[in-house]
Structures are given as C-alpha cells and as structure tokens.
C-alpha cells in the first residue's frame, strides 16, 4: 500500500517561490508516471506537471517557464519547484500516479497561497 504525503506549501507573495515534496512509503513500480495536481478553491482538481520514469516531463500550459517537476528515485520522493507564483497558482497541492491507477486515499495535500 503506497501513502503519498505532501510538503512544503505555504503563504507566498506574488513572485515568490517554493519547493513542494511528495514522499511516497512503499514501493512504486518503476514505470510509473507520477504527477502533481491542484484544487483551487471551487473548482475541480487539475494536473499540473507530470513525470515518467524515463525523466520526460509535461507541464500545464498555466504554469509552463515557472514550475518544474523532478524526482530523487533514492528518496521516493517527487518535487515541484514553483516559481514567479501568482495569486491564480493558489490551491492545494496533490501528487499522485498519471495515467494509471490511482492511489488512494489521496493524500493531505499542501495548501499554497499566493497572496500580497
């Protein structure tokens, strides 16, 4: 049973950055495609960015030039590097697969909040 939890959100002022982390217990199949997704207040959950386990990444259009998705394989561990944050980026923050069985729960998330 892999548990997905999420880190490192926080209350940022436009422009600003921050480093999600989505540790993962257990094992995750190595052809695995993992992906960051968000929830804005209101409205639906929405892919982000997304990685296989080849490296090859994709990222929304939305947030394409200011958010990087990566992975540490030792660490079990998938980042979302933020950057030049705007209010709209505000929302909480998910990791989970891409593509394929979900797991769940979904985990807690992390609240990002993009504020002056």
């Known amino acids: 049973q892999v548990q997905l939890v999420e880190s490192g959100g926080g209350l940022v002022q436009p422009g600003g950055s921050l480093r999600l982390s989505c540790a993962a217990s257990?094992?995750?199949?190595?052809?695995?495609?993992m992906g960051w997704y968000r929830q804005p207040p209101g409205k639906q959950r929405e892919l982000v960015a997304a990685i296989a386990s080849s490296g090859s990444t994709n990222h929304a259009d939305s947030v394409k030039g200011r958010f990087t998705i990566s992975t540490d394989n030792a660490k079990n561990t998938v980042y979302l590097q933020m950057n030049s944050l705007k209010p709209e980026d505000t929302a909480v923050y998910y990791c989970n697969t891409f593509g394929g069985s979900i797991y769940q729960p979904w985990g807690q998330g992390t609240q990002v909040t993009v504020a002056s």
């Open positions: 257990g094992s995750i199949p190595r052809r695995t495609v």
